[in-house]
C-alpha cells in the first residue's frame, strides 16, 4: 500500500542554524503534500504545502521542495527559533479519488538556546 | 467561523463500554476524517468520508464504526472499548477536487480517551 517514510526522528539544532527533515512517499500518483506543526498537546496545524506542479515554496523561514523523479520531499526551516520547537509530520495525498492522505512517522525538531 | 469543531474534550471509559465521538465543520469540505494518534506516535486514519454519503475504511479499522450524518458532521463509534483504543482522537476535514486551496486538511482540537 501507499506509504511516507520520514527521517530523521528526532533533530536537535542550535537556535540561528537550519533544520532540514526530508519525507520518501511510494504513490507517484501522489499530488500533494503538506507539512503540519504539532506542539505538544495541540492539533496539528499546516504550516506549508506544495503541489506537484511546482518545484519548490518558500514562506519566510520555511520552504519546501519536491522532487517527483525521486519522490521525496523535503522542509527547510532557517534561523531556528526555540519556537520551532515541536513535532513535525509530513504527508502525501492520494489522487486515486479517495482523497485521503499518508502522514510520516514525525520529527521531534528540539532547538537549543 | 469555528472551523472544525469535536466533543467531548476528554472522556474515560472502563473495558465493554461504547460511546460516539461528535465532529462538525462549518467550512463546507466535502471530505472528512477521524485519526488516532497514540503517545509518542504519528497519525493514523481510521475512517474516512470523501463525500457525503460514502464512507471507507483506512489503516485501522477494527473496533471502530462511523456515520457521515450530513455535510456536516462526521462520528466514530466504539462499540465495545478497549484499552488498546486508548488514544488521541482526531477529526479533520478538507475540500476535494482540484481547486485553488483544495487539499488542505483543518483538524479538530481533538478528544483525548482512556480506556480502562
Known amino acids: 500500500g501507499e506509504n511516507v517514510e520520514q527521517h530523521p526522528s528526532t533533530l536537535s539544532v542550535q537556535e540561528g542554524d537550519s533544520a532540514v527533515i526530508k519525507c520518501t512517499y511510494s504513490?507517484?500518483?501522489?499530488?500533494?503534500f503538506p507539512w503540519y506543526k504539532q506542539e505538544l498537546g495541540k492539533r496539528p496545524q499546516l504550516i506549508i504545502d506544495i503541489r506537484s506542479n511546482v518545484g519548490e515554496k518558500k514562506d519566510q523561514r520555511i520552504a519546501v521542495t519536491l522532487n517527483k523523479t525521486a519522490k521525496h520531499f523535503s522542509l527547510h526551516i532557517t534561523e531556528t527559533q526555540p519556537e520551532d520547537s515541536a513535532v513535525y509530520f509530513c504527508?502525501?495525498?492520494?489522487?486515486?479519488?479517495?482523497?485521503?492522505?499518508?502522514f510520516g512517522t514525525g520529527t521531534r525538531l528540539k532547538v537549543l538556546a | 467561523n469555528a472551523g472544525v469543531t469535536q466533543t467531548p474534550k476528554f472522556q474515560v471509559l472502563k473495558t465493554g463500554q461504547s460511546m460516539t465521538l461528535q465532529c462538525a465543520q462549518d467550512m463546507n469540505h466535502n471530505s472528512m476524517y477521524w485519526y488516532r494518534q497514540d503517545p509518542g506516535m504519528g497519525l493514523r486514519l481510521i475512517y474516512y468520508?470523501?463525500?457525503?454519503?460514502?464512507?471507507d475504511k483506512g489503516e485501522v479499522p477494527n473496533g471502530y464504526n462511523v456515520s457521515r450524518l450530513n455535510k456536516r458532521e462526521f462520528s466514530l463509534r466504539l462499540e465495545s472499548a478497549a484499552p488498546s483504543q486508548t488514544s488521541v482522537y482526531f477529526c479533520a476535514s478538507s475540500e476535494r477536487g482540484r481547486l485553488a486551496g483544495a487539499g488542505e486538511q483543518y483538524f479538530g482540537p481533538g478528544t483525548r480517551l482512556t480506556v480502562t
Open positions: 504513490d507517484s500518483a501522489s499530488n500533494y
Open positions: 468520508s470523501a463525500s457525503e454519503g460514502t464512507t
Open positions: 504527508a502525501a495525498r492520494d489522487t486515486s479519488g479517495t482523497y485521503k492522505y499518508i
